[in-house]
């Protein structure tokens, strides 16, 4: 009985091992299930482009053109000066320099909503990432104005100037044409009345001085849409500089339509004149040499149809003037290069601007800045009706005197 009690005791000894070993491995075997394995850090893989095609590519020289407003050469020359004032992308997938500009070319052409613009197959951006692009491509290209808008600051450069008019128009003196176009924007919070123009819509009043070849000389887009034409010259800076340009003893003058007041530096037609005197002959050649910044204003309004009466820009009166300012600076950038206008451009322009001169001009497909250029008569039923609704004011001697001259030097 005692052996068998002792058998049993040794039994139970081993079983009672053979337990705490399994319960040990199980507890082991647990612990490694819990620990996380060390796993390889693996590169984080940079997003593709949101172009779906590369547009210099795939994009033939005219459709470029119409979706870009610019030949490729240019563009590319435009990317390389705007990169010193562009940021660069914060991620590593972030949105390229040559994207942005591009973005923000197609809306200057286009006019489009950014939601609609971001949704082209083109971009495939969203409606944010357009507006940041927008807003930096102008900046930027606004910090380029001083080299692609230049006045004349040395007498070699007006002469230059005054011998394209002379040669063209047959006007002596003449070292540019000023004139003023309303760009619609939307309701202003601040002084929501002083943008409120004659018209019956929100606008910029934008004065823009052109030269006999349709280049921009000046631009100021600071004027609202309720200030008058006369109103805006006289608060630029510009006008007691050529006023003291002309004290000095040059002859230089600015030709402006009856909009303005007559001045010693800013000649206007001469109302209700006889038909075949001298002061109709000057009239002839006035207007048809002022055409030319009426011309200029239509081709950049043509080329950037953000700037249309039918397309408002969502922006502040500050922002909407640094969209004004880019599209100059790349209207100067398009004449200096020969680009045409694409036939949508040219449509696009017929339905929103009635200018009797320019009827016959518009119905060319294929029209360049140089073909209207050359243009050198007008119509003789819209001078005679300009003539009529203006009507002379008592204005000082000198003004009146050099206005003379200029006719006399003209015949």
């Given amino acids: 009985m005692f052996v068998l009690r002792w058998h049993i005791m040794l ?11 399994l319960t040990q491995c199980s507890k082991h ?35 470029f053109i119409e979706t870009y407003g610019l030949r490729k050469e240019s563009v590319k020359n435009l990317i390389e000066e705007l990169k010193a004032y562009i940021p660069n992308p914060r991620r590593s997938d972030g949105i390229q320099i040559h994207t942005k500009v591009l973005i923000a070319l197609s809306f200057y052409v286009s006019g489009l909503y950014q939601k609609n613009l971001g949704e082209n197959v083109l971009h495939h951006t969203s409606q944010k990432t357009v507006s940041r692009s927008v807003t930096q491509v102008t900046d930027a290209l606004n910090c380029l104005q001083s080299k692609h808008i230049k006045w004349p600051d040395v007498v070699t450069e007006r002469d230059c100037i005054k011998a ?16 003023s176009m309303h760009v619609a924007i939307i309701k202003p919070h601040v002084q929501e009345e002083k943008y409120h ?11 823009i001085i052109s030269d006999a070849d349709l280049n921009i000389l ?73 055409n030319s910044v009426k011309t200029c204003i239509n081709i950049l309004k043509a080329r950037f149809r953000c700037l249309l009466s039918g397309h408002p820009l969502h922006y502040d009166p500050v922002a909407a ?17 020969d680009t045409p206008l694409p036939d949508q451009s040219l449509n696009d322009l017929k339905s929103d601007i009635l200018l009797q001169q320019m009827e016959e001009t518009l119905i060319k497909p294929d029209i360049s800045w140089k073909e209207i250029v050359g243009r ?10 300009q003539s009529q609704d203006s009507s002379d004011q008592r204005y000082d001697v000198q003004p009146q005197q050099a206005r003379h001259r200029l006719w006399e030097n003209s015949e």
């Fill in 11 to 21: 039994l139970g000894h081993e079983i009672n091992k053979k337990r705490k070993g």
């Fill in 29 to 63: 075997n647990s612990t490694q299930k819990l620990s996380k394995p060390k796993l390889e850090t693996i590169p984080r893989c940079k997003r593709p482009s949101k172009f779906t095609i590369d547009p210099f590519v795939e994009l033939s020289s005219s459709k």
């Fill in 164 to 179: 394209r008019f002379n040669e063209k128009f047959g006007l002596p003196g003449v070292v540019g044409c000023v004139d």
């Fill in 197 to 207: 123009n004659k018209e019956g819509y929100h606008s910029l009043n934008v004065m």
């Fill in 218 to 290: 000046c631009v100021d887009p600071s004027n609202p849409g309720s200030l008058d034409d006369s109103a805006a010259w006289n608060n630029h800076l510009l006008c007691p500089l050529m006023n003291q340009i002309v004290e000095s003893g040059e002859e230089a003058y600015l030709l402006g339509d009856s909009e303005y007041q007559l001045s010693k530096v800013l000649l206007t037609p001469v109302a209700n004149c006889t038909e075949g005197s001298s002061e109709h002959h000057y009239n002839l050649k006035h207007m048809t040499a002022h």
């Fill in 321 to 337: 003037g640094k969209i004004v300012t880019a599209c100059c600076i790349l209207h100067n950038i398009a004449v200096a290069t």
């Fill in 376 to 385: 050198d008569s007008m119509d003789q039923d819209f001078l005679e009706n």
